[in-house]
């Protein structure tokens, strides 16, 4: 548990650090994930990932506008949901929202997941979900469960 610690620390001050010298900076906002501070971190780990390919992007458009792709967004919560069942090796955690994303993930479901929950209207159904099947899988087996984002990226004015 105490090298997944150090690694979120780790990750955190060379972002920093990174983000001091190199351009943009930008601020990572975390609603209430509990107190679990590895839960916590499993949300750093999504938000690190998005933050990373949002410096890629300013890099080459300093004055647009960052909408999160698609496919970032799919890797950072698979991200999240990898970091957070590492930890479970070393330390039983119970956090119900990681949780319901494993249980989708494993269903096969997890790519219309994050299309049909945090698509804001920016992307296209290139991979042609189907969303009325995909709405009935959820309401036959997560009937309970609500969509969240509990870290937020933003560029720093």
């Not at 496919?71 to 930890?87: C, P, Q």
């Not at 790519?111 to 995909?134: H, L, R």
Request: with cysteine; proline share 4%; glycine share 2%.
């Amino acid at each position: 548990m105490l090298k997944h610690i150090m690694f979120v620390f780790v990750s955190f001050f060379a972002l920093f650090f990174y983000s001091c010298f190199s351009g943009p900076s930008y601020t990572i906002t975390m609603s209430n994930t509990g107190p679990d501070s590895l839960v916590r971190s499993a949300w750093f780990s999504y938000a690190s990932h998005i933050s990373s390919d949002m410096d890629k992007f300013y890099k080459k458009n300093p004055e647009g506008e960052y909408i999160i792709p698609f496919l970032v967004e799919l890797e950072a919560r698979n991200k999240m949901i990898d970091f957070y069942l590492r930890v479970q090796n070393d330390r039983p955690i119970n956090d119900q929202y990681i949780e319901d994303m494993i249980i989708i993930r494993n269903a096969v479901k997890f790519k219309e997941y994050v299309f049909f929950s945090f698509n804001q209207g920016y992307w296209e159904n290139e991979n042609n979900f189907e969303k009325d099947e995909y709405d009935q899988w959820m309401e036959s087996n997560m009937p309970e469960h609500v969509p969240l984002t509990l870290a937020h990226v933003k560029k720093a004015d």
